[in-house]
């Protein structure tokens, strides 16, 4: 199966690249077009990003990108509730990859708190998350039960995090793997994100996609709600 056999809406671009090197660069490369033109537009950028294992080339790409970094707000669609220092923190995974060299210059908004239980941080998360201006590039990923950021299928939770209309900018989730406690931005303000782009990787994962705009129902495959204009999907075998 090739991503040209699928079936998207209307507004649903679908780029596929012959691997990952060659996705992470041309991702990378169109990325800091979209914030070169942001900091034009408006004299600042928002770049929200995914963690896991696939964004790392995409992330090291972008790092040495030319561009007033210094003007760009780096943030994250969603973080494991443990300390940065730990091995499993998208923050630092982040900080690790993508701030380094030229992008060494941007500023990071954390969605990281310490707090007595899951649910505090989160509401510490809620508080700082109202300096978070519009995004300007958001980028997903996506795991093969369908989830994208932390909107993890069956997490308590998820109905609200998912309510096009809701309140909330963040909320606590739980995740089928370790660490299993995690923080995710919603759905509202996910798609509110002027560029989305969706990087994916693999047979596997174009299956699951396939599967995804199958659903009646998009909780089942949280990925299913952002499978709608606009939306930029990269995608190599
Ligand atoms: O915190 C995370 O793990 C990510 O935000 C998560 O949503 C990720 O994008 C998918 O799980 C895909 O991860 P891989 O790229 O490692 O397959």
């Known amino acids: 199966m090739a991503i040209s056999d699928l079936d998207f809406p209307v507004g649903v671009v679908a780029r596929s690249h012959s691997d990952s090197a060659q996705l992470a660069q041309a991702l990378a490369e169109n990325v800091a077009a979209a914030l070169r033109d942001a900091i034009d537009s408006h004299g600042h950028a928002t770049l929200v990003v995914s963690g896991g294992r696939s964004p790392i080339a995409f ?29 499993d923190s998208n923050e630092a995974l982040v900080r690790r990859h993508l701030l380094q060299g030229p992008a060494a210059e941007a500023q990071l908004l954390g969605l990281y708190h310490s707090a007595g239980s899951l649910e505090e941080a989160a509401k510490l998360t809620e508080q700082a998350l109202a300096d978070l201006p519009s995004i300007d590039v958001l980028i997903l990923g996506m795991g093969t039960d369908g989830h994208t950021a932390s909107l993890f299928p069956n997490s308590p939770n998820l109905d609200e995090a998912m309510d096009r209309d809701g309140s909330r900018r963040c909320l606590p989730m739980l995740a089928p793997s370790v660490p299993h406690q995690r923080l995710t931005l919603t759905l509202p303000v996910l798609k509110a994100a002027r560029l989305q782009i969706l990087s994916i990787e693999g047979q596997r994962k174009l299956e699951v996609l396939a ?12 990925i299913s709600a952002f499978i709608e204009a606009p939306l930029e999907i990269y995608w190599c075998p």
């Open 59 to 87: 992330f090291k790409a972008l790092s040495q990108q030319t561009l007033p970094w210094a003007k760009v707000l780096v943030s994250l669609a969603d973080e494991r509730w443990v300390p940065v220092s730990h091995d």
């Open 211 to 222: 599967q995804a705009m199958q659903q009646p129902d998009q909780r089942n495959m949280p």
